[in-house]
């Protein structure tokens, strides 16, 4: 289950990522990362900030609002850093914590990340 967190949150990562560059596309694949400072805020893996870069920040504001559960669940997976992947000694209740946070069919925020895909 561990090893199944730590691709659903690499999910989420590269799935803000995406978003963040779809956002400043201007109908040409070539435009993509013409802006040096998308590009640059796109290398992170802070998921705090990839949700600004995505332009979701009213949106996760909003869904926090109107769900408690949802709030919670952004509230495990955004601590989440790409230096967890390798710890060797993380609490298993920990990991489904996060693997629930990330995957719940009503709440989790991988689904709802894909609404906006």
Do not use: P
Request: charged share 30%.
């Amino acid at each position: 289950m561990v090893d199944a967190s730590k691709v659903h949150i690499t999910s989420l990562d590269m799935l803000l990522k995406l978003l963040s560059k779809r956002q400043f596309v201007d109908r040409s694949v070539k435009m993509t990362f013409r802006i040096k400072k998308l590009a640059m805020a796109c290398h992170t893996h802070n998921l705090r900030d990839l949700i600004g870069v995505a332009g979701l920040k009213q949106k996760l504001t909003e869904k926090e609002n109107e769900d408690e559960e949802f709030k919670l669940n952004w509230a495990v997976a955004k601590d989440w850093s790409e230096t967890a992947r390798y710890e060797t000694g993380i609490d298993q209740n920990k990991a489904f914590d996060l693997y629930d946070a990330i995957t719940s069919e009503e709440s989790g925020v991988l689904v709802w990340l894909k609404n906006y895909w």
